[in-house]
């Protein structure tokens, strides 16, 4: 707190003790870095280091005081002098955290396969890494499967740099007879394996289930409840919604 501003350069993942946590969220905006799909920098910006991020984040965040915010921000090379930023947060932290995202509330948590609408969602890397995931599924009618950790859904779909969209083709049980046999009857060429809240080598199954001809599959492996699913899908681009 002696310098004007500052700024620390930490890992995305990194945690901290609860008395040096309340000093960040007093004194600093942390915000999340990612590119390409991944969460690549966390950075705690204090004094007028932290004033001075209105000058590189465009929209709702231009402007006013950051500090105890979580921030999300979307980075991407050009040519310009500075890169192309997207930024979002929450209003303070933690009044906007994922406490409202409890897997014990029925209302907000998809738990059960049967009630699964028609599109699934990966939320960016970026947006769990900071806690934010929840926050932004809201906003967007979306609803989270078990955990705001995990993938969301949602009746209608939606194009953005902030996820990873997918039609829903089928649910079944992540046993290997009954995704083979699925597969043999989509007629599926590559197989993508992704997996959230549970923990697996989804490579090793993306070789096991591929072959050379056929659909482009999705298989995204997680958790309803309890129960290990793997929800059967195809990509959705912009083009064919």
């Known amino acids: 707190r002696r310098v004007a501003g500052a700024v620390l350069k930490l890992a995305p993942s990194s945690q901290f003790d609860p008395s040096t946590l309340a000093e960040i969220n007093t004194h600093a905006a942390r915000i999340w870095i990612g590119n390409r799909g991944e969460c690549r920098q966390q950075l705690a910006v204090f004094g007028q280091a932290c004033q001075q991020l209105s000058q590189f984040i465009d929209g709702d965040l231009a402007g006013g005081d950051h500090v105890g915010q979580h921030i999300a921000m979307l980075a991407k090379a050009t040519s310009a002098a500075r890169p192309a930023v997207s930024a979002f947060a929450a209003e303070r932290w933690p009044q906007h955290s994922e406490a409202a995202m409890l897997p014990s509330d029925s209302n907000l948590l998809v738990a059960r396969e049967t009630s699964l609408p028609e599109y699934v969602y990966d939320l960016h890397a970026v947006l769990h890494a900071s806690q934010l995931a929840g926050t932004w599924g809201r906003q967007h009618d979306l609803q989270p499967i078990t955990s705001s950790r995990g993938y969301f859904c949602g009746s209608r779909y939606l194009s953005s740099q902030w996820l990873q969209s997918f039609r829903v083709l089928r649910v079944v049980a992540w046993d ?49 409840g309890q129960r290990v699913r793997a929800i059967v899908a195809e990509r959705v681009h912009e083009a064919e919604s």
């Open 176 to 224: 290997d007879r009954k995704i083979r046999r699925t597969l043999r009857e989509l007629e599926a060429g590559h197989v993508e394996v992704k997996n959230r809240l549970h923990r697996m080598d989804a490579s090793a199954f993306q070789r096991r289930y591929s072959r050379p001809d056929g659909r482009a599959i999705c298989l995204l492996v997680t958790r309803f």
